[in-house]
């Protein structure tokens, strides 16, 4: 059970970051100076309590804290499923019990982490970004996702919707976990769930998209 909570709550950080990235992503449609003043604004939050970056850098504590607690936990409570069954199955490779569900959260986590470790080199450090000029978010953001680089918008659109798929089983099992559900909440939950990722997908795919198709 304290995996699953460390599981859950660890999500539960995680997606709490994802809506505001979301959200803070789509003052691109505000033109590119408001997105810029945002990432700006994004370093100085508490100053002059906190130095500059200070929040920022809570933000990215927390944040890695999640992921390794997310992680660890997910790798311990498959390795106690497997011990669960330790008997293969005949004919084949599914020693590990569980629902479909479960094997496409364990892939589609594996995506998500390296989409992410890409992503952080392409708009945070810059370094595989074609402009990649520190707090020159818009300019960044529209070379990357340029016409001519569409395998790139492709692959975060892919990376995207993986992450649709994740948040919308995750969401379901973590609001189980931590006590939300019963018999007759079970469907509206499972609604809000998938509405909830469909929005968030939604609004994290407006912004390459966007770019690619020359909206903004
Ligand atoms: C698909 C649309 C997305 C766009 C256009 C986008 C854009 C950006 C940009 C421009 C930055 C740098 C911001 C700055 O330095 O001020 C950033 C940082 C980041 N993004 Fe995204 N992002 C997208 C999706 C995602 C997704 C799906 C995830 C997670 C699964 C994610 C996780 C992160 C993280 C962890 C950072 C680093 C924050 C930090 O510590 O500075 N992003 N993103």
Redesign the pocket.
Known sequence: MLLKVVMAVSGAFLLL??VL??VG?LKIFLGGPALDEY?GW?RTILEPALPYEGM?WV??VV?AVSVVAHIVSAVLLTLRARRARPVKYVGGNHQVKGSYAARTMRWGGVI?AL??VY??LD??TGTLNPNGVH?H?YA??AADFAPSRWYVTLF?VL??VA?GFHVRHGLWSGLQTLGASNNRRERPLKIVSTVFAVVLTVG??S??LAVTFGVV
């Open positions: 970051y994802l990235h979301m992503n990432a994004l920022l933000v990215r944040l998500i989409f992410v992503h952080l708009l945070t707090l978010v960044n953001v975060y990376a995207v992450v994290f795919l912004v390459p």
